[in-house]
T-cell receptor
Framework: LAKTTQPISMDSYEGQEVNITCSHN???????ITWYQQFPSQGPRFIIQ???TKVTNEVASLFIPADRKSSTLSLPRVSLSDTAVYYC???????????FGGGTRLMVKP | EAGVAQSPRYKIIEKRQSVAFWCNPI?????LYWYQQILGQGPKLLIQ????????DSQLPKDRFSAERLKGVDSTLKIQPAKLEDSAVYLC????????????????FGPGTRLTVL
């Protein structure tokens, strides 16, 4: 079971770029890296998923180095509404159960 | 498109009582998940269904928790008897069927049921 490690909390200011790094040293060959966002009193929401290199969508970018032992979620120009908990998950659909860790609590300040 | 529906939204019971939660997934989603989220922690998967079959229930405390998904659509999660440590938010999520060995499809979560056991 691939374990992930990410910072417990981060602070940022509006308009800044935020990078949250996740370590997953024992990632398996078939594992994908997925990030979810959770606001208070809501269920998590999918942000982005990738296998290697870089993935970008309208919300974020995901950078994965060649060894895949870590990944970085990049949020461009954050706003107050990006204050949330961000979870990094590693797994696939062949028995490696997707597991939420403790997440990173991002606080965006004005 | 309607999202994942859960009820009730809140429930307060005394320890040793029983409680049931209901989930209606997004139409067409064959995979359904139940999670337990204790305050300050990430969601913990309790059980995963694909249609009406159980894919994984390794973290379900089977002495007190049970879940079923009749006809591969709606699902219920039951706790009997409840303990103080069962106080948590119970989240239901659904996704499209995923190909074996591939990435997990995006999971869509419901609003959750907040359970308080006194």
């Amino acid at each position: 079971l691939a374990k992930t490690t990410q910072p417990i909390s981060m602070d940022s200011y509006e308009g800044q770029e935020v990078n949250i790094t996740c370590s997953h040293n024992n990632i398996a060959t078939n594992d994908y890296i997925t990030w979810y966002q959770q606001f208070p009193s809501q269920g998590p929401r999918f942000i982005i998923q990738g296998y290697k290199t870089k993935v970008t969508n309208e919300v974020a970018s995901l950078f994965i180095p060649a060894d895949r032992k870590s990944s970085t979620l990049s949020l461009p120009r954050v706003s107050l509404s990006d204050t949330a908990v961000y979870y990094c998950l590693v797994g696939n659909n062949a028995g490696n159960m997707l597991t939420f860790g403790g997440g990173t609590r991002l606080m965006v300040k004005p | 498109e309607a999202g994942v529906a859960q009820s009730p939204r809140y429930k307060i019971i005394e320890k040793r009582q029983s409680v049931a939660f209901w989930c209606n997934p997004i139409s067409g989603h064959a995979t359904l998940y139940w999670y337990q989220q204790i305050l300050g922690q990430g969601p913990k998967l309790l059980i995963q269904f694909q249609n009406n079959g159980v894919v994984d229930d390794s973290q379900l405390p089977k002495d007190r928790f049970s879940a079923e998904r009749l006809k591969g659509v709606d699902s219920t999660l039951k706790i009997q008897p409840a303990k103080l440590e069962d106080s948590a938010v119970y989240l239901c999520a659904s996704s499209l069927v995923v190909a074996s060995g591939g990435p997990y499809n995006e999971q869509f979560f419901g609003p959750g049921t907040r359970l308080t056991v006194l």
